[in-house]
Structure formats: structure tokens, C-alpha cells
């Protein structure tokens, strides 16, 4: 079995795993597939959650696709090669309730042949994040602490850089900068070598994927049942709006999928079923809202901070 067939197996095994933890936390909802063929090659399984007690809408998406480099793939997304293959899991989520946060989850390998089908450049990439409505810290301190250790595992410069990758990233920088959220990790285009083979970045991205459920879950079933009322609601869709922005003008996988005439359904299901776009909106200063809005404008050391408080514990 080839590396690329490893890892095929491994998102579709992750695929069904995750759409089984959601399922059973929403209790109501659940995930109807698409399975999709791609003309030029390849094809994927879309799975999509619909008006849920717990996720107004949600997709857990693999794709497994390939086929020859074209023009456009050479000019667009500089890729130089004869031919190419992706395989990838991706997944966003959309919470009825303000207080519980979307999440997005990536984890791809990508390889490109030459004009004889042997493999001139492999790489993979991936990350999880995490947009809250509205900021609960030891849920965020929660979320990054659990891909730190997943990170650490195999390298503890990693959580610091990939972080660093993440709050450089998902950025609306069209809005000064403003983040889509609290971050998480990023990290993309990372070769194997001598040290860090194909191995070690599979497994990695394995570590990271199979982290999701820890990372989020635990979240979901402490916010879930929170009372809210219709302004929460509000802020909740102001927000999604940042997040279709920052998905339609800046994202390269949503920009490389429509390049490569990807399924556009598929692509475009990370988008929220309801935004809202409403001129020069400023939350008050000092209020929830605000909060949320200063902790996206500046990136924050969650677990610095954690290191603090448990100081002034001892103490």
C-alpha cells in the first residue's frame, strides 16, 4: 500500500469517527452523504448536517482527487509538474446556539508528478481552529492546550510556530487585521526529509486529526444548552459574516478547489446557512460582544496565561 493509499484510508476512517461524535452529541441531527465523481479524476464523500438540536449546519467533507497540471494551476497557484493528487479531510461546523463556537478542521497531502508519474514534490498541511460568538477563555485555553500536546509529541517547536501560522492566517486583512477567531494551529507545504519523513508528517497529521474530537467536543457539551436571546443571535450572524469573507477572499483551499473545478457545492459548504452584513456595525465598548471582537484583533498566548493562574494558585 502506497502513502497516498495510507492516508486515504486514514481520512475516510476519521470521517466516519468524527460524523459519529457530532451525531451523537447534537442527539437529532444527522449527517446525509453525497458521493461525488470528478470528471478529470477522483471524487469525495460530502457529508452534511442540517437544522440539528445542536448544529444548524455542518459538513464533514473527504476528497480524494487528481489529475493534470493545467495552465491555470501553473499561473494561478504556481504548480509546476504533469500531473497531481489531493487527498484531504475537511470540516466546518455551524452551532445553533451564539455560545458555542464554530470550528473548521483541515488535514491534506498533496503530491505532484512528473511527464513518467514519479513523484517530484509531496507535501502536507492542515490545522484546526476555533470562532467563538462569544469568548470564554478556559474554553479557548482548553482548545489550544489540546493541540499543543498533540503537537508536542512530536515536536515542541511546533505549537509555538503553527500557532503563530494559525493567527497569521485566518486574518480579514481587508478589516485591519481583524482575525476570523482565537486560532488554533496551521501549517501547510511541509516537505518530508531525511529527518521528517513521509512517515513522520503522516502520522502527525493524524495526531492532529484524531485530536478534533478532544479539542471540540468537550466545548459543544458545556455551551450547548446555554439560554440565549435574539441579540446573541445578532452578534452570532455579524460574526458568520466576517467568516464568509474571509472564506471567499482570502482561503487558498477554497480558492484552489474552484480552481482546479472542484465541486463547488462541497467547497462552499463551509459557508453558515444565515449572515448578516450590516453597515459599519460596532458592538458597544465593554460589552460581550466587544470582548470578542478585541481578543480577534490581537492574538493572545492562551497558555501563558494558564501558566499565570496556576501561579497565583500556588501562591
Given at each position: 500500500?502506497?502513502?497516498?493509499?495510507?492516508?486515504?484510508?486514514?481520512i475516510?476512517?476519521?470521517?466516519?469517527?468524527?460524523c459519529?461524535a457530532?451525531?451523537?452529541?447534537?442527539?437529532?441531527?444527522?449527517f446525509?452523504?453525497?458521493?461525488?465523481?470528478?470528471?478529470?479524476?477522483?471524487g469525495?464523500?460530502?457529508?452534511?448536517?442540517?437544522?440539528?438540536?445542536?448544529?444548524?449546519?455542518?459538513?464533514?467533507?473527504?476528497?480524494?482527487?487528481?489529475g493534470?497540471?493545467?495552465?491555470?494551476?501553473?499561473?494561478?497557484?504556481?504548480?509546476?509538474?504533469?500531473?497531481?493528487?489531493?487527498?484531504?479531510?475537511?470540516?466546518?461546523?455551524?452551532?445553533?446556539?451564539?455560545?458555542?463556537?464554530?470550528?473548521?478542521?483541515?488535514?491534506?497531502?498533496?503530491?505532484?508528478?512528473?511527464?513518467?508519474?514519479?513523484?517530484?514534490?509531496?507535501?502536507?498541511?492542515?490545522?484546526?481552529?476555533?470562532?467563538?460568538?462569544?469568548?470564554?477563555?478556559?474554553?479557548?485555553?482548553?482548545?489550544?492546550?489540546?493541540?499543543?500536546?498533540?503537537?508536542?509529541?512530536?515536536?515542541?517547536?511546533?505549537?509555538?510556530a503553527?500557532?503563530?501560522?494559525?493567527?497569521?492566517?485566518?486574518?480579514?486583512?481587508?478589516?485591519?487585521?481583524?482575525?476570523?477567531?482565537?486560532?488554533?494551529?496551521?501549517?501547510?507545504?511541509?516537505?518530508?526529509?531525511?529527518?521528517?519523513?513521509?512517515?513522520?508528517?503522516?502520522?502527525?497529521?493524524?495526531?492532529?486529526?484524531?485530536?478534533?474530537?478532544?479539542?471540540?467536543?468537550?466545548?459543544?457539551?458545556?455551551?450547548?444548552?446555554?439560554?440565549?436571546?435574539?441579540?446573541?443571535?445578532?452578534?452570532?450572524?455579524?460574526?458568520?459574516?466576517?467568516?464568509?469573507?474571509?472564506?471567499?477572499?482570502?482561503?487558498?483551499?477554497?480558492?484552489?478547489?474552484?480552481?482546479t473545478?472542484?465541486?463547488?457545492?462541497?467547497?462552499?459548504?463551509?459557508?453558515?446557512?444565515?449572515?448578516?452584513?450590516?453597515?459599519?456595525?460596532?458592538?458597544?465598548?465593554?460589552?460581550?460582544?466587544?470582548?470578542?471582537?478585541?481578543?480577534?484583533?490581537?492574538?493572545?498566548?492562551?497558555?501563558?496565561?494558564?501558566?499565570?493562574?496556576?501561579?497565583?494558585?500556588?501562591?
Open positions: 500500500m502506497t502513502g497516498k493509499d495510507h492516508w486515504t484510508e486514514y475516510h476512517d476519521l470521517q466516519n469517527r468524527i459519529s457530532l451525531e451523537q452529541i447534537d442527539g437529532k441531527g444527522r446525509v452523504e453525497d458521493a461525488w465523481q470528478r470528471p478529470e479524476g477522483g469525495g464523500k460530502t457529508r452534511v448536517i442540517t437544522n440539528g438540536h445542536v448544529f444548524e449546519k455542518g459538513g464533514v467533507n473527504t476528497s480524494v482527487v487528481y493534470n497540471v493545467t495552465d491555470a494551476m501553473r499561473s494561478q497557484l504556481k504548480i509546476n509538474g504533469a500531473g497531481w493528487f489531493a487527498g484531504g479531510l475537511s470540516l466546518v461546523i455551524h452551532p445553533v446556539n451564539p455560545f458555542v463556537p464554530t470550528v473548521h478542521c483541515n488535514y491534506r497531502m498533496f503530491e505532484l508528478y512528473n511527464e513518467k508519474n514519479e513523484i517530484i514534490d509531496r507535501w502536507f498541511g492542515g490545522g484546526t481552529d476555533l470562532t467563538p460568538y462569544y469568548l470564554f477563555e478556559e474554553d479557548a485555553r482548553h482548545f489550544h492546550q489540546t493541540y499543543k500536546n498533540a503537537c508536542d509529541e512530536f515536536d515542541k517547536s511546533f505549537y509555538p503553527f500557532k503563530k501560522e494559525c493567527d497569521n492566517y485566518f486574518v480579514n486583512w481587508h478589516r485591519n487585521g481583524e482575525r476570523r477567531g482565537i486560532g488554533g494551529i496551521f501549517y501547510d507545504y511541509q516537505r518530508p526529509g531525511e529527518k521528517q519523513d513521509i512517515n513522520f508528517w503522516m502520522n502527525f497529521g493524524k495526531r492532529c486529526g484524531d485530536a478534533f474530537i478532544t479539542a471540540y467536543i468537550p466545548i459543544v457539551e458545556k455551551r450547548k444548552d446555554t439560554p440565549y436571546l435574539a441579540e446573541h443571535k445578532h452578534w452570532q450572524e455579524i460574526r458568520r459574516g466576517r467568516y464568509v469573507e474571509f472564506n471567499l477572499v482570502h482561503d487558498r483551499g477554497t480558492l484552489f478547489g474552484l480552481k473545478n472542484g465541486r463547488t457545492e462541497s467547497i462552499l459548504m463551509s459557508l453558515p446557512p444565515t449572515v448578516r452584513f450590516e453597515y459599519n456595525y460596532q458592538p458597544q465598548p465593554g460589552t460581550e460582544e466587544d470582548k470578542l471582537l478585541q481578543a480577534c484583533l490581537h492574538p493572545r498566548n492562551w497558555l501563558a496565561e494558564t501558566r499565570k493562574e496556576e501561579g497565583k494558585e500556588r501562591v
